[in-house]
C-alpha cells in the first residue's frame, strides 16, 4: 500500500501547513472576506516557511520541493482560505517561471525577492477579448534597441495593482503561439497603470484589476526564455497552476465536509439529530467519497508533472476539471445540509461557495480541460 501513501516528509510538510493555516488563516478568513482584506503580512509569513518559492530550485534559494508537496500545501491552506492559498499558489507559479526560464542577468534581479515575498508577482496571461483563445492574446512588444516597447491590457489579474512584479505575456512576432514571448514588468515601470478593482462573488482576500501597459520600456534583459517561447512557458507554468487549483478545491470542500459532519451531529429536527437520518448519512458518503476519488487523481497528477511525464499535461486536465467540480459539488451540498444557516455569513460554508465557484473557470475553464484531454486522446 506505500505506493498509495504519502511519505513521512511529506506528512511533515502537509502537519506544517496545516499548523500554519490553524494559527494564520482560519481564524481570521472570514473578516478578510468581509471586509475585503488582503492579509500581506500572512502572506509574507507563509513565505518564510518556504511557502512562496516550494517548487523553484534550493540553488535559487527556494526549497525545491515536488508538484505533489506543493498540492498537499496548499490543499492545506485552503482549509482556512481558497482565495489566500489560490493567491499564493500564483505567486509560486510565476517564481517558478522565472527561476526555469529566467536568464541569470533577470534571476538575478527579481528571484531574491520573490523567494521572501518582499515582492509578489502575478501571472498575466488573460485579455478582455481573450480568455480561453490565449493565443489570440493581442498585447505587443515592440523591440526598439536595448527595449521592448509594450502596448496591451491583461484582465482578471491577481494581485494587480499591489504585486510588484508581473510575467506577462506579449506578441513580439506573428499570430498564434509561436509568436508569444514573457516579459518582467515591474509594477513602477513608466507606462504601467492598473483599472479598478472588481467587484467579484468570492476571493474578497485578493485584489483582481486589469494591468493597463502603454507604451511600457521593458529592458530586453527582461525577457523570460528566448523570443517565441512564451506560450510555451505559459502553458507548463499552468499544469501546475491547476494542480494547485485543483488542491485548493480539495482543501476547501475537506473544511465544508468536516463542518457538515459536526453541524448534523448538533443540529436537532423531528425529536432526533439529522445526522441519526439515512438520507444525511448518505449525503455524508458521497461527500466523502467523491473528495476522496478527486484527491487520488490529483496526487496522481502532481507525481506525473514532477516526473515530466509525457502525459502530465491530460493527468493535469483531468485532475483539476474533476477536484474543482466535485470540490464545488461537496460545498453546495455542505450548504444544503445546513439548510438556512448555511446561507448566513455566521458560518462559513457560503464563504467557501463562492470562493471555490472560480476554480472551475481559472487556470482553464473545465470546459478547456475537457478539450486537452479529449485532444490528447485522440492523438494516441
Not at 525545491?64 to 509560486?92: K, Q, V
Not at 498564434?176 to 479598478?196: H, N, Q, R, T
Request: hydrophobic content about 40%; aromatic content about 8%.
Amino acid at each position: 500500500m506505500t505506493q498509495f501513501d504519502l511519505t513521512d516528509d511529506q506528512r511533515e510538510i502537509q502537519e506544517l501547513a496545516r499548523r500554519f493555516t490553524a494559527d494564520a488563516i482560519t481564524p481570521f478568513a472570514a473578516e478578510w472576506d468581509e471586509k475585503h482584506i488582503f492579509p500581506r503580512d500572512t502572506i509574507k509569513a507563509a513565505a518564510e516557511l518556504g511557502f512562496a518559492a516550494i517548487y523553484v530550485s534550493e540553488a535559487s534559494g527556494g526549497i525545491g520541493l515536488g508538484r505533489l508537496e506543493a498540492a498537499l500545501i496548499m490543499e492545506a491552506m485552503a482549509y482556512g482560505c481558497p482565495s489566500t492559498s489560490a493567491f499564493i499558489s500564483i505567486h509560486n507559479m510565476a517564481a517558478w517561471m522565472l527561476d526555469r526560464f529566467g536568464s541569470d542577468a533577470v534571476k538575478g534581479k527579481y528571484l531574491d525577492k520573490l523567494v521572501t515575498m518582499d515582492w509578489i508577482a502575478s501571472y498575466c496571461l488573460t485579455e478582455p477579448s481573450s480568455g480561453s483563445d490565449a493565443a489570440a492574446l493581442q498585447t505587443r512588444a515592440v523591440r526598439d534597441g536595448d527595449h521592448y516597447v509594450v502596448t496591451g491590457t491583461k484582465q482578471f489579474i491577481s494581485g494587480g495593482g499591489e504585486n510588484e512584479l508581473y510575467l506577462v505575456m506579449v506578441r513580439t512576432g506573428e499570430e498564434g503561439p509561436k509568436g508569444i514571448s514573457c516579459l518582467a514588468i515591474e509594477k513602477d515601470m513608466p507606462g504601467v497603470s492598473f483599472g479598478a478593482n472588481e467587484r467579484k462573488l468570492g476571493w474578497h482576500s485578493q485584489p483582481t484589476r486589469q494591468v493597463i501597459l502603454e507604451d511600457v520600456r521593458v529592458p530586453v534583459e527582461n525577457l523570460v526564455g528566448a523570443e517565441g517561447q512564451g506560450f510555451r512557458i505559459a502553458m507548463m507554468g499552468l499544469d501546475g497552476g491547476r494542480l494547485n487549483i485543483g488542491a485548493c478545491s480539495l482543501g476547501g470542500a475537506q473544511r465544508c465536509l468536516d463542518e457538515s459532519v459536526a453541524y448534523v451531529k448538533d443540529r436537532k429536527q423531528f425529536g432526533q439529530p439529522i445526522g441519526e437520518f439515512q438520507n444525511t448519512q448518505f449525503m455524508l458518503a458521497d461527500m466523502a467519497t467523491d473528495l476522496e476519488a478527486a484527491r487520488a487523481l490529483l496526487y496522481m497528477a502532481a507525481a506525473k508533472v514532477t516526473a515530466d511525464a509525457p502525459d502530465k499535461t491530460r493527468f493535469a486536465a483531468m485532475a483539476k476539471r474533476l477536484a474543482t467540480d466535485t470540490g464545488s459539488a461537496v460545498v453546495d451540498r455542505a450548504l444544503q445540509l445546513h439548510g438556512g444557516y448555511g446561507y448566513l455569513m455566521d458560518y462559513p460554508i457560503e464563504r467557501f461557495w463562492r470562493d471555490l465557484r472560480v476554480h472551475s473557470i481559472l487556470e482553464g475553464t473545465n470546459q478547456v480541460m475537457r478539450m486537452i484531454v479529449g485532444r490528447d486522446l485522440l492523438r494516441q
